[in-house]
Structure formats: structure tokens, C-alpha cells
């Protein structure tokens, strides 16, 4: 947690100076000299990723330790997203709905002589938050957040022995699967947002958010494939950094 909260007292830091280079610059959305327009009592956002959502897993630590014993394998800790969102401004007060899905798998394996082991991993979020401007002057939000979610995580494991493979005999694998294996649990969520000030009555801008999320308790893996014996439960810790395109329409 302290390498996070040095990455938000660094994001503040940024904002600030960020500021003071305006006044010596000209933005794409301003004429020099202008008056900026009274903000706006509400408005709406509607948040696009096709890509640049990333996530440090810190969590899942029991089936890691697991996975480690038995294969000599980890999952990937980074995963990156893409999302869609919508949020609400009154005043100085947001509020926001978000889901993240991964752009693409997360794959660890090794391979041998002997065969191979392949570890495959997907990740999905999706939370509402309701966050206060904790900075608010004529360029730029800054945004402090909470909320409530959900993290979910999908794992495949297979292995193969290495010997060949005959087409005329297609039933006949030369490996092995596990259950398609899920986890899906509850999430607290803290974090800051950077949203610059909308100037016109439709906008579109940049959104980046920095931020932490917890699990609520520590849910048991579970499958959809086979009745799991023996199973464990696991906790979700996961610091995230969201980096989107945001359409405003001022009201």
C-alpha cells in the first residue's frame, strides 16, 4: 500500500503543476483571452477503453501458491483491459458505472522435453463509484473515489505430454485439461480521478484514474465444469491504473 500512496500524492503533484502550465499555454479547446463559461450545474460522461487499463494482481495469493507447488507456475500479475462506462456530474459530486473485460488472455507455460504446462487466466471488473472534486478550477477536476464491485478471474490449466498427435485417431488426446476454474468476489473500491473541465456544451476529453481495490472477504474457487472437492477460498488485492476517452455533454 505505500507504493500505491506515493503513486497518488504523485498524481496530485502532477495535477498541480499541470495547472501552471496552463497559464502559459493556449489549450485546443480555448482562445486566448477568453472567459471560461460558468460551470454547469450536471452533466454526463460517457467513458470508452479500447485499450490502456492495467492491473497489478497482488491477490489470489492461495491458488499462486498452489499453482507453484504443483507446476512450478504463476499467473501473470499484469493484465490490461478494455471497458465501457457512463457517470453523472451534479455539482461537485460523480457518480460512475464501469466494466472492464480483458483485451486479451493472460498466458504463462513451460515447456520441456517431457511436454508442456499452459497456465490461462482472464480478469473482469465492474464497480459504481461516488467520488468528490477535491480540486476543481477552470481546467480540471480532480477527483477522490469510492465504491463497490466485483473482481472475477477465469483460469485454464493443460497439459501436454509431448508425443504426436493422430488425426486419424481424434478422441484420443495426448493431454490433459482441469475444470475451467472461477472466482468472482466482492470488491471496496478507493482511488483519484483527473477529468479535465468540459468548455463547450459536448466534449471530448481524457480520463486517467489511479486506484486500489480490496475483496470483500475470501470467496472459494468454485466451476461450472465439476463439482470441486477440497476447494479454497482466496482474496482479491488488485491496483489499478484507467486511461480513457470520456464524451461530456454539459447541461
Given amino acids: ?12 503533484a502532477l495535477s498541480f503543476f499541470q495547472e501552471a502550465a496552463h497559464a502559459q499555454t493556449i489549450d485546443l479547446d480555448e482562445e486566448e483571452g477568453m472567459d471560461f463559461p460558468v460551470l454547469s450545474e450536471r452533466s454526463t460522461y460517457y467513458y470508452i477503453t479500447p485499450m490502456g487499463t492495467f492491473g497489478l494482481q497482488l491477490g489470489h495469493q492461495a491458488m499462486q501458491r498452489r499453482l507453484d507447488n504443483s ?3 504463476k499467473m501473470n500479475r499484469f493484465t490490461d483491459y478494455s471497458g465501457l462506462g457512463i457517470g453523472w456530474r451534479r455539482n461537485l459530486m460523480f457518480y460512475n458505472f464501469n466494466f472492464y473485460f480483458p483485451a486479451f488472455a493472460s498466458v504463462n507455460f513451460d515447456r520441456s522435453s517431457s511436454g508442456s504446462t499452459i497456465i490461462e487466466s482472464r480478469d473482469f471488473f465492474g464497480d459504481f463509484s461516488i467520488g468528490r472534486a477535491i480540486v476543481a478550477n477552470d481546467h480540471h477536476f480532480i477527483i477522490l473515489r469510492a465504491g463497490l464491485g466485483v473482481v472475477g478471474r477465469e483460469l485454464s490449466i493443460t497439459q501436454y505430454d509431448g508425443s504426436s498427435f493422430d488425426f486419424n485417431n481424434f478422441r484420443a488426446g495426448n493431454g490433459q485439461a482441469w475444470p475451467r476454474l472461477e472466482h468472482i468476489s466482492g470488491t471496496l473500491d478507493l482511488g483519484l480521478e483527473y477529468l479535465p ?4 456544451a459536448v466534449s471530448a476529453m481524457e480520463s486517467i484514474q489511479l486506484g486500489y481495490k480490496t475483496g470483500i472477504g475470501s470467496p472459494r474457487w468454485r466451476s461450472s465444469d465439476a463439482t470441486l472437492v477440497n476447494s479454497f477460498g482466496d482474496r482479491v488485492s488488485l491496483i489499478y491504473l484507467k486511461a480513457a476517452v470520456v464524451i461530456s455533454r454539459e447541461r
Fill in 1 to 12: 500500500m505505500t507504493g500505491f500512496l506515493k503513486c497518488l500524492v504523485f498524481l496530485l
Fill in 71 to 73: 507446476f512450478g507456475l
Fill in 197 to 200: 473541465r468540459a468548455l463547450r
